[in-house]
């Protein structure tokens, strides 16, 4: 209570890896570096969902939430011979989907409905794929933040309420969120279709665990 802003709860949660997995699967499995994703994005957005017939869980650095366990490791349901890399890159991003709808899930559980997601960061300014299948996953508009510096934006904002209105600043946070940030244009809309083969998929994914 507080932790962020009076009067307001403030709810944390993360996962253990999530760009992790993506640079563990560039550079050792696929032997290559960040180049090999423009690759691996073309030739996975060519994938419907389920197409592949590949679960993954993204447990490779153990779990953070919901199961709190550091001793977990990740799994991939499905691998063949036939497997291609595209398909596995795939079913990572989708594994790291998951792992978010079972957080909000779990916060949603609690009490606290979630209607969007603001997204920011490197991922969500670069990745179209990435961000379109965490649209299906969660079935919530993926927004991307206005701001490519939202760490540095949100100090500022606290800076301005700091120093109050009086000296060119805000009374509030509030007052100051809404004159010094903005969601911005860009918002991934979940497709009907993929999310009803996800909605399967994640009930499955809760099978495994």
């Keep these: 209570d507080g932790s962020v802003l009076p009067d307001c709860l403030g709810i944390e949660a993360g996962q253990s890896a999530v760009g992790d997995i993506f640079n563990w699967f560039?550079?050792?499995?696929?032997?290559?570096?960040?180049?090999?994703?423009k690759t691996l994005d073309a030739d996975a957005k060519k994938l419907k969902p389920g197409q592949s017939g590949l679960l993954a869980?993204?447990?490779?650095?153990?779990?953070?939430?919901?199961?709190?366990?550091?001793?977990?490791?990740g799994l991939i349901v499905g691998l063949s011979l036939r497997s291609s890399r595209a398909e596995i890159y795939r079913a990572l991003i989708e594994a790291t989907a998951f792992g978010a709808r079972a957080i909000i899930e779990r916060i949603e559980a609690n009490g606290q409905p979630i209607d969007d997601v603001v997204n920011c960061g490197g991922i969500a300014e670069k990745n179209t794929l990435f961000m379109q299948i965490y649209a299906d996953v969660l079935n919530r508009p993926m927004r991307i933040a206005g701001s490519?510096?939202?760490?540095?934006?949100?100090?500022?904002?606290?800076?301005?309420?700091?120093?109050?209105?009086?000296?060119g600043g805000?009374?509030?946070?509030?007052?100051?969120?809404?004159?010094?940030?903005?969601?911005?244009?860009?918002?991934?809309?979940?497709?009907?279709?993929?999310?009803?083969?996800?909605?399967?998929l994640f009930a499955d994914r809760k099978s495994v665990v």
């Design 170 to 200: 805000y009374s509030d946070a509030p007052a100051a969120q809404a004159a010094m940030s903005a969601s911005g244009r860009t918002v991934y809309a979940p497709d009907p279709d993929n999310a009803a083969v996800y909605d399967r």
């Design 57 to 73: 869980l993204d447990w490779n650095n153990g779990n953070r939430c919901v199961l709190v366990d550091q001793r977990l490791s």
């Design 148 to 167: 490519k510096q939202t760490c540095a934006l949100g100090a500022a904002i606290f800076g301005a309420v700091v120093a109050g209105s009086s000296a």
């Design 26 to 37: 560039a550079t050792d499995i696929c032997r290559s570096d960040a180049s090999v994703f």
